[in-house]
T-cell receptor
Framework: AQSVTQPDIHITVSEGASLELRCNYS??????LFWYVQSPGQGLQLLLK??????LVQGIKGFEAEFKRSQSSFNLRKPSVHWSDAAEYFC?????FGKGTRLSVIA | DTGVSQNPRHKITKRGQNVTFRCDPI?????LYWYRQTLGQGPEFLTY????????KSRLLSDRFSAERPKGSFSTLEIQRTEQGDSAMYLC?????????????FGPGTRLLVL
């Protein structure tokens, strides 16, 4: 069965610092991988997705993610975090979502 | 493209009552999905439709839950004899079959509180 693990429940970073959110998955075939962001009171917004091809994918709002098949990982990165990035981030494989990582940004 | 809409946005009901939620997908999207999200958790898949056909149902979808998409456009999710454990955000999403992978576009959700 598919599963998605986001090991970090809550991460706090300083504004301007780099960010990496971890995501590990279990899936038998080549997965469809997604990262979504959810701000309070807002719907889920797709940041980026991976299906095939280049393992480094670029998304909206300056985010990128790298698919590493050998590590079954799809970590989300951003070189410089803005206060407006504070939100809940979800990794998903097909229809299975992780439990999310809450990002707090401090000045 | 007006996005996925869901109504109502909030619903408070008493235990034992029936509730029905509506989802209007993006026009021309063939697939429609329902998820449930509880506090501090990610969305949990409930069911999805391709046009009118309900193709997959999660074990989470007890017999008190029923979903329909009669004309392949909007969908309804009904919960009968609600329980306090049904309190959650119910999310709807839609996608195009044959579009870029299975990219889903989510609605704002319906928040249900069962007293």
């Amino acid at each position: 069965a598919q599963s998605v693990t986001q090991p970090d429940i809550h991460i706090t970073v300083s504004e301007g610092a780099s960010l990496e959110l971890r995501c590990n998955y279990s899936y038998g075939a080549t997965p469809y991988l997604f990262w979504y962001v959810q701000s309070p009171g807002q719907g889920l917004q797709l940041l980026l997705k991976y299906f095939s091809g280049d393992t480094l994918v670029q998304g909206i709002k300056g985010f990128e993610a790298e698919f590493k098949r050998s590590q079954s990982s799809f970590n989300l990165r951003k070189p410089s975090v803005h206060w407006s990035d504070a939100a809940e981030y979800f990794c998903a494989v097909d229809l299975v979502f992780g439990k999310g990582t809450r990002l707090s940004v401090i000045a | 493209d007006t996005g996925v809409s869901q109504n109502p946005r909030h619903k408070i009901t008493k235990r034992g009552q029936n509730v029905t939620f509506r989802c209007d997908p993006i026009s021309e999207h063939n697939r429609l999905y329902w998820y449930r999200q509880t506090l501090g958790q990610g969305p949990e898949f409930l069911t999805y439709f391709q046009n009118e056909a309900q193709l997959e149902k999660s074990r989470l979808l007890s017999d008190r839950f029923s979903a329909e998409r009669p004309k392949g456009s909007f969908s309804t999710l009904e919960i009968q004899r609600t329980e306090q454990g049904d309190s959650a955000m119910y999310l709807c999403a839609s996608s195009r079959v044959g579009g870029p992978g299975k990219t889903q576009y989510f609605g704002p959700g319906t928040r249900l509180l069962v007293l």
